[in-house]
C-alpha cells in the first residue's frame, strides 16, 4: 500500500528555535494535509496543499507542496512551548480518504 | 458549539466482550469515518460513511462493525473478533468526499481491553 515517511521521527526544540520536517512519498498524490496532535487528543488541521509547488502559511508555520508531488514540508519559526507535540503529514486518496504518514514528536529539550 | 463529541474518552472492557464507541458530530456532515492509533504510530481508517445508511470498508476493517442510522451519529463496535482491540480511536468528519472537503477529527476514545 501507500507508504509515506516522514523525518525525523523525533527531535528537541528550545524555545524560539526554528524547526524543519517533511514527507515524502514513492507515489504521486495532489492533496497533501499537515495536522498537530497533542497528547490524547484528535489531529488538528494545519495547513491544506492542492497545487504543486505551492507555498502556504498560518502564522508562524509555512508547508510547500513538493513540485514532483512526491514530497512536502512544514517549517515552523521561533518555536514556543506550546509546539510540542506529534505532526502529522497525510495525503488524500480517491473518494477524499487519507493515509497518514507516522508522525514527527516534536519535544522541549530540558 | 459546533464539532464533534466521541464518548467515553476512556473505556475499560474484559477480553471476549464487545463494546461500541460513541462518535456525534453537529456539523451537518455527509461523510464519516473511524481511525486507529497505536502508540507511536499515525492513523489508520477502520470505516467510513458518506451518506446515511451507506458505509464502506477501510484497511483494517477486520473485527468492527459500524452502523450510520442518522447523519448526526456513526457508532463503532469493536467486537471480540478484533485480536487486538487496545488502542485509541478517533472518529472525523467531512462535508463531503470532494476536494476541499477536509477531515475534522473528535477528541478521541482510549480503548484498554483488560
Known amino acids: 500500500g501507500q507508504q509515506l515517511n516522514q523525518s525525523p521521527q523525533s527531535m528537541f526544540i528550545q524555545e524560539g528555535e526554528d524547526v524543519s520536517m517533511n514527507c515524502t512519498s514513492s507515489?504521486?498524490?495532489?492533496?497533501w494535509l499537515w495536522y498537530k496532535q497533542d497528547p490524547g487528543e484528535g489531529p488538528v488541521l494545519l495547513i491544506a496543499?492542492?497545487?504543486?509547488?505551492e507555498l502556504t502559511s498560518n502564522g508562524r508555520l509555512t508547508a510547500q507542496f513538493g513540485i514532483t508531488r512526491k514530497d512536502s514540508f512544514l517549517n515552523i519559526s521561533a518555536s514556543i512551548p506550546s509546539d510540542v507535540g506529534i505532526y502529522f503529514c497525510?495525503?488524500?486518496?480517491?473518494?477524499?480518504?487519507?493515509?497518514f504518514g507516522g508522525g514527527t514528536r516534536l519535544m522541549v529539550k530540558p | 458549539d459546533g464539532g464533534i463529541t466521541q464518548s467515553p474518552k476512556y473505556l475499560f472492557r474484559k477480553e471476549g466482550q464487545n463494546v461500541t464507541l460513541s462518535c456525534e458530530q453537529n456539523l451537518n456532515h455527509d461523510a464519516m469515518y473511524w481511525y486507529r492509533q497505536d502508540p507511536g504510530q499515525g492513523l489508520r481508517l477502520i470505516y467510513y460513511?458518506?451518506?446515511?445508511?451507506?458505509?464502506q470498508k477501510g484497511d483494517i476493517a477486520e473485527g468492527y462493525s459500524v452502523s450510520r442510522e442518522k447523519k448526526e451519529s456513526f457508532p463503532l463496535t469493536v467486537t471480540s473478533a478484533q485480536k487486538n482491540p487496545t488502542a485509541f480511536y478517533l472518529c472525523?468528519?467531512?462535508?463531503?468526499?470532494?476536494?476541499?472537503?477536509?477531515?475534522?477529527f473528535g477528541p478521541g476514545t482510549r480503548l484498554t481491553v483488560l
Open positions: 496543499l492542492y497545487k504543486a509547488g
Open positions: 497525510a495525503v488524500k486518496t480517491a473518494g477524499n480518504m487519507l493515509t
Open positions: 507515489s504521486i498524490f495532489n492533496t
Open positions: 460513511s458518506q451518506i446515511v445508511n451507506d458505509f
Open positions: 472525523a468528519s467531512s462535508m463531503g468526499l470532494a476536494l476541499y472537503n477536509e477531515q475534522f
